[in-house]
């Protein structure tokens, strides 16, 4: 199973917003709603911001959405703020009922 | 509160064997489905494997299949990785995850270190 593709690197001055693209294929992204978004800072565990596409937990800021439109799904970062400074990783369910990650991307406040 | 914490990481040779363990506090683990995922130094996540919250369902990842099995005790909140014919690309940190759907809460990791 193929990691999911994205882009290495993002960024953005504090207050824009930027959008984080993951592209998978028919098999994970584009065959089901179950696309999560992490966060991870250095050193630390991942943390849960999107789950099912579109869905934040509960203590998430409104700042993150998510959205999907075939076999690429997106994250949207809106108002950046220097603690949005991280790794982000998608991941996605399988047709094989396996998780398939993206490579990871980092984004940087400028 | 909420926790996972993982246990049983080391230094071992190519071929050898480990266990890791994963301890749930703070909710009914009985109730949940757990994952594995590693991540290399300096490199991104990979998930390892998946057990239901009944352990009816498991799953590997192609990287792992034959070589780790992945368990759980209900009775004791503790979720297992039985490692074997570890090679030098199963050095990772290692994190149990509780799927929620998606992966919500995380333990610290442990560390395996596969060397010679």
């Known amino acids: 199973q193929s990691a999911l593709t994205q882009p290495a690197s993002v960024s953005g001055s504090p207050g824009q917003s930027i959008t984080i693209s993951c592209t998978g294929a028919?098999?994970?992204?584009?065959?089901?709603?179950?696309v999560s978004w992490y966060q991870q800072h250095p050193g630390k565990a991942p943390k849960l911001m999107i789950y099912d596409v579109s869905n934040r937990p509960s203590g998430v800021s409104n700042r993150f959405s998510g959205s999907k439109s075939g076999n690429t799904a997106s994250l949207t970062i809106s108002g950046l703020q220097a603690e949005d400074e991280a790794g982000y990783y998608c991941?996605?369910?399988?047709?094989?009922?396996?998780?398939?990650f993206g490579g990871g991307t980092k984004l940087t406040v400028l | 509160e909420v926790q996972l914490v993982e246990s049983g990481g080391g230094l071992v040779q190519p071929g050898g064997s480990l266990r890791l363990s994963c301890a749930a506090s703070g909710f009914t683990f009985s109730s949940y489905s757990m994952n594995w995922v590693r991540q290399a130094p300096g490199k991104g996540l990979e998930w390892v494997s998946y057990?239901?919250?009944?352990?009816?369902?498991?799953y590997y990842a192609d990287s792992v299949k034959g070589r780790f099995t992945i368990s759980r005790d209900n009775a004791k909140n503790s979720l297992y990785l039985q490692m074997n014919s570890l090679r030098d690309e199963d050095t990772a940190v290692y994190y149990c995850?509780?799927?929620?759907?998606?992966?919500?809460?995380w333990g610290q990791g442990t560390t395996v270190t596969v060397s010679s």
């Open positions: 028919s098999s994970d992204v584009g065959g089901y709603n179950y």
């Open positions: 995850a509780r799927f929620f759907p998606g992966m919500d809460v």
């Open positions: 057990i239901s919250s009944s352990s009816s369902a498991i």
């Open positions: 991941s996605s369910y399988t047709s094989r009922s396996t998780v398939v």
